[in-house]
């Protein structure tokens, strides 16, 4: 599975996004998808997560409320609704796999696969 986040710009605070996250391979609907993001000179933190089939979602706290992750199986689709948009979530937002061995609810990155490249997300006050 190869994953392409898009969907990034430049938004005023307040202001509202939609990221994608597209998969090429036909084992994508097998997955679930985590969303990450990135600022400059700090660690890559977890966002949300979808599980395969749609049906449960878990959210870091930073965005719970905010934020809403859905997926669309047959356009190998996973989705990232930002809403309520604060400088503090300029960052590059990528998306990734969840391993088959990892626990449902973790955030560690390297639970995570199949990185691709991330899109800029950036913030105005």
């Known amino acids: 599975v190869q994953l392409q986040a898009s969907g990034g710009g430049l938004v005023q605070a307040r202001g509202s996004l939609r990221l994608s996250c597209t998969a090429s391979?036909?084992?994508?609907?097998?997955?679930?998808i985590g969303w990450f993001r990135q600022a400059p000179g700090k660690e890559r933190d977890f966002v949300a997560a979808?599980?395969?089939?749609?049906?449960?979602?878990y959210y870091a706290n930073s965005v719970k409320g905010r934020f809403t992750v859905s997926r669309d199986n047959a356009k190998n689709t996973v989705y990232l609704q930002m809403s309520s948009l604060k400088p503090e979530d300029t960052a590059v937002y990528y998306c990734?796999?969840?391993?088959?061995?990892?626990?449902?609810?973790?955030?560690?990155?390297?639970?995570?696969?199949?990185w691709g490249q991330g899109t800029q997300v950036t913030v105005s006050s």
């Open positions: 990734a796999a969840l391993r088959e061995a990892a626990a449902w609810g973790t955030q560690a990155p390297d639970d995570f696969r199949f």
């Open positions: 391979g036909r084992a994508f609907s097998n997955y679930a």
């Open positions: 979808i599980s395969w089939s749609g049906s449960r979602l």
